[in-house]
């Protein structure tokens, strides 16, 4: 295998993220970050990282003939025309998810990605979380037989701010996205309708913008299992990130990952200390192995483990799942267009 | 406190497991059991337990005035004659779950309780059960702040015969209909809207039957709350019974009981063994518990723990569950008449 | 099998413990009790339960010939003239533990118990602990291969009274006991020398009176195992009774008994109740079953599960530790005459 | 802070550890490596992590002015020498455990760091486990009380090779000087005597070669406590390592760490996956953490967070080990020498 050199379009949390953990593969040789905003923060951190050069401008990265593959990690609203100008660069594309807010722009933006003959993977990045894999192994292996009940429980610590709550696309597009990605993930199978039941709970200002804060989401799958999945935007003991399959054979089930093991026996009771508080800390090595995977699947030139249709499946359940909210009906997937 | 002197009808597995914890308790008599089936075994263990008598005429049981109180044992359909029977005779009643699988006779029968001012107390066991009293006591006393998500797992060992599968009235009735009682008891709420989505998954031969044997039920509640219930007729691995409450200050979650506490490590894995094999186990104490509670209400005069609107309300939510399966759609317990 | 009269020496809280548990095996008439103080409420206890008579002398009991077997709940230092005496009259015995604090009484009342051939069961009630019996079962049946370690954490939830502590024997005799039986029990091996720490943390009366509260034991088997046994006086989360072997297979180890399974998650962490309390809620269940068992073996004239040798060879253990302590050195078995 | 420039003598497994973790902190230029056995292989390992240059004598490290800081990770016998050399010129010093086998040469080589004014840490990276270091922070902060009761497991997966056996200077001080160096930690008090009781139970090979396999050691500790490690070069269910710290207010208790948390429910049992391999798994994290912070109190001119002093310490518990264990005795550490 010889070297990758890539672009990275977006220095927030998640693009500097993906740069640390980029800067320690030996494979992999950051040639430029792009963001609207530079900062001599941001450009000492770039230095500090080895960095080839930060800009303001991601067109810098889409012209650069040596860059191989571009990290999108700039807001939702920008993905599909990044996607599609990096595809018709021929570079190679690792972006967040969701790909759009909107069905038909996603599949235009798969399209391009597919016309260009570039690989994409999308940022399904729980799929490489140690619990949830072992959970897809013993489906895929029969440990559990015929998967019969398929439960995800995904719960925030705290809400995000309003701010970020308009434009993201709601809580089913925002963070129930993963869960519908996990649901096909270990499951192995496709989801063909939805029923969701929300409500506001925790913040009355986040119904004021229109979304929910709690919701309780069933699903039918095309093997004949049915699943649930609950969310929550505020549990007090922090992320709460859960997993059970129910097959013919038996049941796997997943906890949450704690700091320590300590076990503190008092007089008021057992106590051990609260789950990992986010996700930053709950998937840090599942960031990790994504972009390890991603740079090996291009550099091998094989399929990437999380692909394109891999976002619009999730993205389709979530539109499913918001009209089944608005309508109070379930609603078949194959109604979404 | 004095004695009370109680009468049994039905011998069957439920009816003599009351009659055994009856035995034991020494506020107890228990005057006379009735079965339509009298045997030489029948007579024997009767003899054994210290029963006075036993009849294959469940009249004699309702006409003796000795008798303050009946345990009404026998098959579902017997259930509202009974009742009526005996609250019309002016003794206070223990009647298995549910009343009936019809909603109007079901309320005929508690209208008549009503009237002759005797006690009915409703086997719901399971509110009796260490761990789920545990859930209740830490919704009420605020532990886990306003509910917001109730989940409810109740998976059996094994299907029934396809025998007692075509008299049960079918899974919410006959096994959901335990979980419905519980959601009202652990979130402290009346259940106002259910979904209900049901697969044959198990065996073939039930689904002939016009039956289900897998089941996810979403729930909303007049607190606010969502909740949902999974069923399944077949858990390989054994009885499988937990609670999960998620409020806004917390949560709290039950595990299943098991036979011991024993954590075997070896080069395959670390092992426990399976959960208490079904109710009778798992339950044992909850069983000793209810009829204990129920002599010391009718001895005092004290409102039963269990009564028949619990009964009522448990039965709505299976009529409006199996609805729902039937439509397709949510349907809100104000349908159910 | 017919039914045992059997007649209780004793009415503390041991004493009156069997009567209740004897109360309700079908198997059993308890003919008499009888106890140095008898009150009016000894008396309205005992009719309660069935008793046929309350007696201040206990010779009433050794010479009734229809009692076949007397249970010896009186304090340590009358075990061994009544177990002479109710062997002498033909009876069979339960005697709780330890039948004496000198090594040359124990033998002399166990020469009397074989020179007329009655039966003799010792209270080890921990043998019959669901979780200690599945763990010498996994011994047993090979599962953790041949043992190399034994170890055992027997922690009490407070000290007894300073008075109790003045005749118990010291906390070797009158509380590790149990352990040392245990030690025997899980490895199925003879403990051959013993090396015992001890200190004085809980409380320095305790250390005035010339006994400990904190102890470590280490003891070799017979069959080349090393054991450890941790006990302290005090563990403020309540009773704490562990059991781990590891051998050349694998490893079993056992927690607690709870009593619930509710997990509760707050933003202090994650809390569970502390254990049952102590030996009367953990060991319930163990003592109904030492009894039953007794009965079964007279009245089947089969062995008793715990006999005679089981309690010297427990002695036997206490006095090298009591020996090691003071001496300051590992001592052998064998040195204790 | 600035960048310190290290030099690594040795190149086997934990010397490459050390490197790879070294060369991830962007305050490490890693200068020189050195090895007896210089290969193509260990080259071209050293470009790919950025190692300025690899040589076969250590000299050459020891004569650059440039190096700040040695990493000692050759084997135990050329400790104490390069201990002294790098003192002498005046390098900071890192060093695997143990310093010697020889209680006078530890303490010559900690002579010469002193006169020289440099730093040394020594290699117990279990100080830097989540789990161990929760249970000191409880400790420490009054949790769990007055520590009465110190336990401690420590097994491996399996036993390392006979020669390796032949030159490790035994069980105490191979293997079980990380537990005394743990108890140590945990307790917050120095150890004042020992007695061990060892047996050769997994390979009779290794006590031909005059060592044991199997142990449990009891401590008494200056502040009162008692402790116990017990060790086993074999367990076949993984690596064990477990602390318990038992106090007058609580006590605090840890697991092994695990490589996901599911739980697999089947008609066998419920079974979750071995823990994590062996000590290259289970303290990955704290290996680097331990490399991080000797670089942080070198750049910062503080103290190192385990000295020379905590490898003396050690050394002299496990001297006492044997001599307890040869001579059949307690042994008081001021009996070492």
Request: hydrophobic share 40%; glycine share 8%; net charge negative.
């Amino acid at each position: 295998m010889g070297k990758l050199t890539v672009g990275i379009i977006g220095a927030g949390r998640i693009g500097r993220l993906h740069a640390e953990h980029l800067s320690r593969n030996v494979r992999v040789s950051i040639k430029m970050i792009s963001d609207v905003f530079v900062t001599d923060e941001l450009n000492s951190w770039a230095t500090d990282l080895g960095v080839g050069r930060v800009t303001n401008d991601y067109k810098d990265i889409m012209q650069d003939p040596d860059i191989q593959a571009v990290f999108i990690c700039s807001s939702t609203n920008t993905h599909v025309p990044f996607i599609t100008e990096a595809a018709q660069a021929g570079k190679h594309i690792f972006c967040e998810k969701p790909i759009s807010l909107d069905y038909r722009q996603t599949v235009e933006a798969l399209e391009a990605v597919q016309k260009a003959g570039v690989l994409l993977q999308t940022g399904f990045n729980r799929r490489f979380d140690h619990n949830f894999k072992r959970v897809r192994e013993l489906v895929q292996n029969g440990t559990v037989g015929q998967p019969h009940l398929i439960k995800i429980t995904s719960r925030d610590p705290a809400p995000p701010s309003l701010d970020y709550v308009k434009v993201s696309g709601g809580l089913f597009m925002d963070m129930a996205i993963h869960d519908f990605d996990m649901a096909r993930f270990v499951s192995g199978s496709e989801v063909t309708e939805v029923y969701a039941q929300g409500a506001v709970l925790v913040d009355p200002a986040i119904g004021e913008l229109g979304d929910i804060d709690t919701a309780i989401i069933t699903l039918k799958f095309a093997n004949g299992a049915l699943g649930v999945i609950d969310n929550s935007r505020k549990a007090v003991y922090g992320y709460d990130q859960r997993v059970e399959v129910f097959g013919s054979e038996g049941s796997v089930g997943t906890n949450n990952d704690f700091p320590n093991t300590a076990e503190i026996s008092t007089k008021n009771g057992i106590i051990r200390d609260n789950p990992k508080f986010f996700f930053l800390e709950r998937y840090h090595d599942s960031y990790i192995d994504e972009t390890r995977q991603f740079i090996d699947s291009v550099l091998n030139g094989e399929k990437v483990p999380v692909d394109g249709n891999d976002a619009l499946q999730a993205e389709k359940i979530a539109f499913a799942a918001k009209r089944s909210l608005s309508e109070g009906r379930p609603v078949k997937l194959e109604e979404v267009k």
